[in-house]
């Protein structure tokens, strides 16, 4: 069966510094792949989706990055974060096509 | 632009109670619509989705029930229990795209022993 994982599951970042989540996926090939915000009290907001290695599309303009170096690798980056950049982390995975995605268990992101 | 509404933002349930949390969309190039189900400290996961050409969906104590010419789509959770207390987002799929979900903002239910 398929699994999702990130890591870390809470992390705390001071205003300025990198940023580096990462997400894998096992049991599948070739998923595609996505990085989602989810703010307090709100709905997921999609950031950016993958097709295949090294394909990264963006949802929304912003201060954060994303690159797919292996067929179920996924990371969320950032060179200098924003006190803005807070919030839950989301990484999920889908088959090609019309399939549901699922989501890992998230990374809670807190910038002081 | 909020494409996909979701009330309420929470809801209180004796358990054996049913549960009804509504969805309306404004788009109709939606072609599906997921309900999924998150835990605290927990990613979301599936719980149950209907396409629109159909107009209710069963799966154990969830139901979905689709309203096409109304644009509307609510989940129900009959006999609830304390283990459904979580919070449930609904989406939709854009129909020209195979990954574009549109969340709902989120309803957390709390079903009481």
């Known amino acids: 069966s398929q699994t999702i994982h990130q890591w870390p599951a809470t992390l705390v970042q001071p205003v300025g510094s990198p940023l580096s989540l990462e997400c894998t996926v096992e049991?599948?090939?070739?998923?595609?792949l996505y990085w989602y915000r989810q703010a307090a009290g709100r709905g997921l907001q999609l950031l950016f989706y993958?097709?295949?290695?090294?394909?990264i599309s963006s949802e929304v303009p912003q201060n954060l990055s994303a690159s797919r170096p292996q067929d179920r690798q996924f990371i969320l980056s950032s060179k200098k974060l924003l006190l803005s950049d807070s919030g839950f982390y989301l990484c999920?995975?889908?088959?090609?096509?019309?399939?549901?995605?699922?989501f890992g268990d998230g990374t809670r992101l807190s910038i002081l | 632009q909020q494409q996909v509404k979701q009330s309420p933002q929470s809801l209180i349930v004796q358990k054996g109670g049913i549960s009804i949390i509504n969805c309306a969309y404004e788009?109709?190039?939606?072609?599906?619509f997921p309900w999924y189900q998150q835990f605290p400290g927990k990613g979301p996961a599936l719980l149950i989705a209907?396409?629109?050409?159909?107009s209710e969906k069963k799966e154990g104590r969830f139901t979905i029930s689709f309203n096409k010419s109304a644009k509307q789509f609510s989940l129900h959770i009959m006999d609830s229990q304390p283990g459904d207390s979580a919070t449930y987002f609904c989406?939709?799929?854009?129909?020209?795209?195979?990954?574009?979900?549109?969340f709902g903002s989120g309803t957390r239910l709390l079903v009481r022993p």
């Open positions: 999920a995975w889908s088959l090609k096509g019309n399939q549901p995605q699922h």
């Open positions: 049991g599948t090939s070739n998923p595609n």
């Open positions: 993958s097709v295949g290695i090294g394909q």
């Open positions: 788009n109709t190039a939606f072609d599906y």
């Open positions: 209907i396409r629109p050409d159909v």
């Open positions: 989406a939709a799929k854009w129909m020209d795209s195979s990954y574009k979900l549109i």
